[in-house]
Every structure is written in C-alpha cells, then in structure tokens.
C-alpha cells in the first residue's frame, strides 16, 4: 500500500511556524537589562564586604606592629636622668638635685639622637611618626602603608602613685592603609 501524502492546508501551515522556539530580540534585551540591575545590586554588597574582610587580616597586622612599638619603646630607661641600665639612680630623686625628671615641654629626643636607634628613654619618642614603605628596612613590606604615631605624657596619679611624674604613659596609635585607627597603650613606672 502505498501512502500519499496530502496536501497542507493553510491552517497546519500557520501551526507549523508558530510551533518554532526562541527568544525574541526584544526578549533577549529586557533580559540582558534584568540580568545587569541585579548584579550592580549585588556587587555593591559584595564590594564593602571584601573590603571589610580585608580591615580584619591588616587589623591583626596592626595590633602585631602596635605591640612591637610599645615593648621597644617600653624597654627603654624611664628618663634621660635616670640609670640606663640598673635603676639604680632614678630621676626625681632627692640625691644632689642635678637628675631632675624632664619636664614635658623638653620630651622629644634629646640632642644627638637623630633617629630611633639612638633614642635611650621612654619620652624620646613623643611625637614620633612613621610612614611605612617598601623602602624601610627595618619593617617587613606587608606593613606598607602603615603609619605609626606616639605620644608620650606623665601619667602617674590615674594609676594611683603619689606623683604624676612617677609613670609616663605610652600611646602608639597605629592606622592601617585602609584608615582603620587603633590605639595602644601603656605605661613605663620611674621604678
């Protein structure tokens, strides 16, 4: 038997192409459209949040470099008019009157102390400031950007001493290169 094959009327010839699958130009563009709105939205919840991720990681490198700073600064004699090595002559004292404590205007290094390898006492280093760069040798470059700050002040009465003089206060304030501020501090006794 042999099968003919009929005819298409122009009803089935319509349904053949109605039955084609895609998508429309227009369709291709809202879509394009949609799809870029919503990731501008995400990517800018995504952005502070690296961002912030990143603040913890330098955060720890901070908190390293601040310590470092005040365990340096801290071994250092309590006074120029101190002992440098034993504490046996400490500043103040009522011995022949030449080892007075400096007074606060004169903190700062003293003369001939050019940098802070030189610096033998805890107030050498008021005002002192540091940019870390790549260049320094002293640091490691992964505290790039860093800046460092100290200041240095007679704080003996707020740890209940009978003088003021009697403990300077060492604050190292330390600001990581995407500006987060963290502050450290201790205090070096005249003991």
């Not at 991720?53 to 720890?60: E, K, R």
């Not at 310590?67 to 002992?83: C, E, G, K, Y």
């Not at 209940?160 to 206060?169: F, I």
Request: proline letters at 3%; hydrophobic letters at 40%; one cysteine or more.
């Amino acid at each position: 038997m042999l099968f003919k094959r009929r005819p298409l009327n122009k009803i089935s010839r319509a349904s053949v192409f109605t039955r084609a699958s895609g998508f429309t130009l227009i369709e291709i563009i809202v879509g394009i459209v949609a799809l870029s709105i919503s990731l501008a939205i995400v990517s800018t919840f995504i952005a502070p949040a690296e961002e912030k991720s990143a603040d913890h990681i330098l955060q720890v490198k901070a908190a390293e470099l601040g310590q470092s700073f005040l365990n340096d600064i801290s071994a250092r004699a309590f006074d120029q008019n101190s002992d440098m090595v034993g504490g046996l002559v400490r500043c103040g004292e009522p011995n022949d009157g030449s080892n007075d404590c400096t007074l606060a205007v004169n903190f700062g290094p003293d003369t001939g102390e050019t940098d802070r390898g030189l610096y033998n006492d805890v107030d050498d280093f008021d005002n002192y400031s540091l940019h870390v760069n790549a260049n320094d040798e002293n640091l490691h470059q992964s505290y790039n950007n860093f800046f460092i700050d100290v200041q240095v002040t007679y704080d003996g009465t707020s740890l209940g001493l009978a003088s003021n003089l009697d403990a300077k206060r060492i604050a190292v304030t330390v600001t990581t290169p995407l500006g987060t501020t963290i502050e450290f501090a201790t205090h070096r006794t005249n003991f």
